[in-house]
Each structure stands twice: as C-alpha cells, then as structure tokens.
C-alpha cells in the first residue's frame, strides 16, 4: 500500500484560477483574474532586471527592507509585519498553524474560495453566513458562531460580489466574536476602496490579540507573478507565523519589485483613479442591457442572467469572440459571470459583445 495523504484531502478539489486562454486567438483579453490592466510600475521592471545577475544569491529571509517600507508608509510596527508568497501563503499558513481537527471556519456565503480549501486542508468545517443580495452583515456572521469557531474570514472588499461591509459592521463583528476566535481580514482590494470609513483591520490589529490583516501586491499594484503578500499581526500571532513560513519564503525578484512599486505612488493612483472611472461604467452598461450588476468596491463587477444556461452561453459566446471572463459556478453562483476592469478599450469591446449577446 503507497503513503497515505491526510484524510478528506483527496475529497477536496484543487482551486482553479480564471482561464487564460480562448481557442483561435493568440491575444485574447483577459478579464477573468481580476489582474492589473496597466501591468506594474515601470520601477518594479527595473528593480527586477538590476537583479539579473544576482539570482545566484538567496533572498532576505526577513525581508527587512520591504518591511520597513510598509510600516513607514502604513504607521505600522514593523516587528508585526510579515511576509509571504502572496497572501494567499500567509491564509494558508494561518490555517495550519491556528486549526485543528473539528474546528469550524466562518465565512461569507459567496466568500474566496482559498478560504474553504484551508478550513478542509486542516481538518476543519467551513462554515458560511448568509447573504442578501450579495451583502453580508456583523449580525449574519454572529449567528453562526458556536463553541467550536477558531476563525473567521473576512474578505473585504469581498471576491467575488464586490461588496465592502461599512467598517462600523467590521467593528460590530469582531466585538461579537469570543476572545480565542482570530478574525482575519482580507484586503486583497484595499487600494481600490473610496469609502473613508474603511476597516482594513489595521487599528483593530493594533489595539487587540485576535484580528490580522492581510493584503497583497497582486491587484492594485500589478505583481501576481511574482507572488508576495503581507500581513500586520498582534505580536503572538507574528511569532507564530514566523515559525512555520519557509526561511525564505518572498524571492530576491518579488522583494525588490514591491519595495519599488511601493514607491511609485503616481503608478498606484494612475491604477486606482482608471478602476474609480471605469467599474461604475461597467455597472452601469449591463444594468442598462437588462442585466443586474452589483456595486463593487474592488476591481472587478459582478453581474447576473436570467439562469445559468444563460450565463454559460455568454461566457462561451464571449470567448468565442477573444473575451475571456470568470464563470462564477465554483463560487457557487451559476448564473453569473465576474468582469475584471480591463482598458477602456477593452471594457468597450466586452460590453459590445455582451450587447451583441443580449440582441440577438
């Protein structure tokens, strides 16, 4: 008999990122990962080629550099900061280290699917919490607390719906959770977010023992190649992921790229301000063609057919054509289709050809 993996690990199915590719065309416009339509700050590229021929040298361990940054910029303790291979890596380590066999995980009914491969990689149940209309409150994920919760996700603004929980409901809902419950707040599209009552976690990280913050490079600052993230902990909770990461868990190319993209501050708003123009625009076209899209805090808009026969047909008329977007069944939402905010050209080619779709 071979080794045998962990049990429920082969029940679990391996996470899917958007499709890359539509049959006929060597270009495509790819709209289905929620990427930088810009790319990434012209500094990132040349940090990246400076170390060329350098690759032969291991990376900072600490990433000290790029943790000094980010406190600078952030006020933050730098000794509560770490870093991971995109912060994804920083979730998944969260979950081996905090989760045990039977524990229960809250998230949001339509929340990121990582979060339910962790609670299942670990052992443990995940739990959701209703929404309405794709909006979730404190209140709906209270009521699913019980003895056995250990932790609580909470993407905000959430992928794939959009939707930003104001930041008095943040607050509301770490209040409610039991002292031993770590609430971790994912603000993968924080750079996105307009609303000036935003709870990204970093005050409550600041002023309590169980609430961690995490956020990424990927999104706003174009660098999901290159995989790092980071997040801001009590200073219990840095230690313990300082002992179960890789010694040198961020390479040299990924350090020395965000800590310039970090910089390039006129890149970020360039990014942000074209996501502020143009995912109210998208809303507001397929809302008009007779279709629901969904107010989106992130870089990204959610919308919904009449069924989801219907929203197969598009996804498949629209790759027919070279336009890629995200079918939302894995999320468990047949029936709708996530666009991410591309170029204005491009966001004009795939309304069009929606359009097409919805007259013919």
Known sequence: MPPLPRPGLLDIKPYRGGVSDAPGFDAPIKLSSNENCFGCSPAAITAMHDLEQKVERYPDGSVHLLREALAAKHDLDVERIVCGCGSDELLQLLGKAYLRD????LLAQHGFLSYKLIAWQNGAVPVTAPETDMRIDAAAFLSKVSKRTRMVFLANPNNPTGYLMPGEEVRKLHAGLPEDVLLVIDGAYAEFVREEDYEGGFALVSQHKNVVATRTFSKSYGLAGLRVGWAYCPDEVAAVLNRVRSPFNVNAMAQAAALAALDDMAFLQKCVDH???WAPWIEAQINALGLKAFPSAGNFVLF????????DALETFLSARGLIL?????????GYLRMTVGTKEENKAVIAAISAFVQQ
Do not use: H, I, N, Y
């Open 102 to 105: 039977g524990d229960e995980v």
């Open 275 to 277: 996501v502020a123009k």
């Open 304 to 311: 919904g057919l009449q069924s989801p026969d219907e929203a």
């Open 326 to 334: 995200r079918g939302m069944r894995g999320f468990g939402l047949p």
